[in-house]
C-alpha cells in the first residue's frame, strides 16, 4: 500500500492569494482532490504552516485568514472532513499557530537543534 500526493510539496505562500477568501478556496480545492481517490490514503505537506493557520486574536482579526482556519478545521475534521487525508504541518514558529488547529493534528513532534558534536 502507498501513499497517493495530493500535490507535491508545499509551503504556506502557495495557499496565500491577494484576494480575500483566495486561500480558503485553494484549500478547499487541495482537500477535494483526496476525495477524488477515497480508497487511498493522500497526502498533504505544508512547509512554514504557521502563516496559514496563525492563532487568531480574541477582538476579531482579519477575515480572509480567519476564514481559511475554518475551512482548514471543517475539513480536518469538522462537517466537511476528509478522511482519507494526512495533513503533514512543519513550522519553526509552533507558538504562532492556532490552538483549534493544534488540537486537529494526531501527533505533534519536537525537533530540537542539534548538538555540537552533532553538527561536526
Not at 44 to 73: M, V
Amino acid at each position: 500500500m502507498g501513499f497517493h500526493l495530493v500535490s507535491n510539496g508545499l509551503s504556506a505562500s502557495n495557499f496565500m492569494k491577494e484576494l480575500v477568501g483566495g486561500a480558503k478556496g485553494t484549500v478547499e480545492g487541495y482537500f477535494n482532490r483526496a476525495l477524488l481517490s477515497p480508497h487511498l490514503i493522500c497526502s498533504l505537506a505544508i512547509d512554514e504552516i504557521d502563516p496559514l493557520i496563525q492563532r487568531r486574536e480574541s477582538g476579531g482579526g482579519n477575515k480572509g485568514s480567519d476564514e481559511t482556519i475554518s475551512k482548514f478545521l471543517s475539513m480536518m475534521g469538522g462537517n466537511e472532513c476528509v478522511p482519507n487525508l494526512l495533513v503533514l504541518g512543519s513550522t519553526n514558529l509552533f507558538n504562532k499557530i492556532d490552538d483549534a488547529m493544534v488540537r486537529r493534528f494526531s501527533y505533534n513532534f519536537y525537533v530540537g537543534l542539534p548538538s555540537k558534536s552533532e553538527r561536526a
